[in-house]
C-alpha cells in the first residue's frame, strides 16, 4: 500500500501559539490555570494540558471564587467583548490566546461598524469563532449567513451599507461562493483588505486537493467539531476522492471501511498534533507493507509572539 502525507498539514501558527500560552502560564504561575471552552478543538491536546493542570470551563462562573486570582486563558477561536468583561468585573487575571487573524477579522468587523456598515458574516452557527466574532458589535450589527441559500433570503435595503467577513476555517471554494453571491445582491458590499480564510487553512485544502485525484481514500485527523477537519473531508470528495473520513486516533479506523484501497492519503488539521499522525503511520506499517511519499505544496514558517504577560523577561 501507498501512503500519501499531504503537506502542510497538522498545527498551525496559532494553535502552536495557544498551546505555549497554556504550557508557560502553568510553567510561570503554576497549577491551577483556567481555560474557558478547549484551548483548540482536539481531545489529544485538551487531555494533555489537563493532566498538566489546566481547568477547562465553558463559563467564568464555573471558576471558584477563591481562585479569581488564577489565571484563565481565552481559547484560539476567540470571545465576545462580553467574556472581556466579565473576567474584568470579576477581577480575573486573563491571558487571550485568540489567533491572531482570528483577532484580524475582530477587528475588521469594528472598522465596519464604526464607519457605519452593517456586518455580514459567512461562518457556521454555533462554532464558538461565530459567538466571538458576533460579540465583537452590539447585538443585531451583525447577519450571519452560511450558504448562498442564506444569502438569498437576505432582506436588506438597497440604501444600508454593508461589509462582510469570514470565518477563518471555512471551505475556501464554498465561501468564495457565497461571496460571489453576497456581491451580486450587493454590488457595494465591502469586504476585507486580505481574505479572512486563514492561510493554514487554505494551504491544508490545497494540499488535499493536490492528491485527492491520486488517493482510492483519506484520512483526515482532527475533532469531530473542528471546522478545518471537516471541511478537508468536504474537499477530498469535492475534488476526485471516491471517499474520506475524519478520525480522531489510529484506534478510530476502520480498517474494512478501507476496503481494497492501494493508495491511501493522510493528512491532518490544525489541531491535531504530529504525534497523531505518526500514531497512525505506524498502525498501518503493523498491517500493510506500506510505501510512504510526502506530497508537500507549500512550506509554512509563520510564527506569532505570545502575550506580554507570559514573555520571558
Not at 489546566?54 to 471558576?63: D, K, P, T, W, Y
Not at 464558538?128 to 435595503?157: C, H, R, W, Y
Not at 481514500?217 to 471517499?243: D, M, T
Not at 510505501?291 to 507549500?298: A, E, F, G, P, Q
Request: proline share 4%.
Amino acid at each position: 500500500m501507498t501512503l500519501l502525507l499531504a503537506a502542510p498539514r497538522g498545527f498551525c501558527a496559532g494553535v502552536d501559539r495557544a498551546i505555549q500560552i497554556v504550557e508557560r502560564a502553568l510553567e510561570r504561575f503554576g497549577a491551577p490555570v483556567y481555560v474557558r471552552h478547549e484551548i483548540v478543538h482536539n481531545k489529544y491536546v485538551v487531555d494533555a494540558l489537563r493532566d498538566k493542570g489546566a481547568v477547562f470551563v465553558e463559563e467564568l462562573s464555573e471558576i471558584p471564587g477563591e481562585h479569581t486570582d488564577r489565571p484563565v486563558v481565552f481559547s484560539a477561536h476567540g470571545v465576545a467583548k462580553s467574556v472581556h468583561d466579565d473576567a474584568k468585573g470579576r477581577n480575573m487575571f486573563a491571558i487571550d490566546a485568540t489567533c491572531p487573524l482570528v483577532t484580524k477579522v475582530h477587528n475588521e468587523a469594528q472598522r465596519h461598524w464604526r464607519e457605519g456598515r452593517k456586518v455580514i458574516l459567512i461562518g457556521h452557527a454555533g462554532h464558538p469563532e461565530v459567538f466571538g466574532t458576533m460579540g465583537q458589535l452590539p447585538e443585531g450589527a451583525v447577519i450571519l449567513v452560511e450558504n448562498i441559500a442564506d444569502v438569498e433570503k437576505l432582506t436588506i435595503s438597497d440604501d444600508t451599507a454593508l461589509a462582510y467577513a469570514t470565518q477563518t476555517t471555512l471551505s475556501v471554494d464554498d465561501t468564495a461562493e457565497v461571496i460571489e453571491a453576497l456581491k451580486k445582491k450587493f454590488p457595494k458590499i465591502a469586504g476585507p483588505g486580505r481574505e479572512d480564510i486563514c492561510y493554514a487553512t487554505t494551504n491544508r485544502q490545497e494540499a488535499v486537493k493536490a492528491i485527492a485525484p491520486k488517493i482510492d481514500a483519506l484520512l483526515v485527523i482532527g475533532a469531530p467539531n473542528s471546522s478545518n477537519s471537516n471541511r478537508l473531508v468536504e474537499v477530498a470528495k469535492n475534488y476526485g476522492c471516491p471517499q474520506a473520513m475524519l478520525i480522531q486516533r489510529a484506534a478510530d479506523i476502520d480498517w474494512n471501511w478501507l476496503g481494497a484501497a492501494k493508495i491511501v492519503g493522510l493528512t491532518a488539521g490544525a489541531s491535531a498534533p504530529d504525534v497523531l499522525v505518526d500514531e497512525v503511520v505506524e498502525a498501518f506499517k503493523q498491517r500493510f507493507n506500506i510505501k510512504l511519499d510526502v506530497v508537500t505544496i507549500r512550506e509554512e514558517n509563520v510564527t506569532f509572539r505570545l502575550p506580554r504577560q507570559l514573555e520571558v523577561a
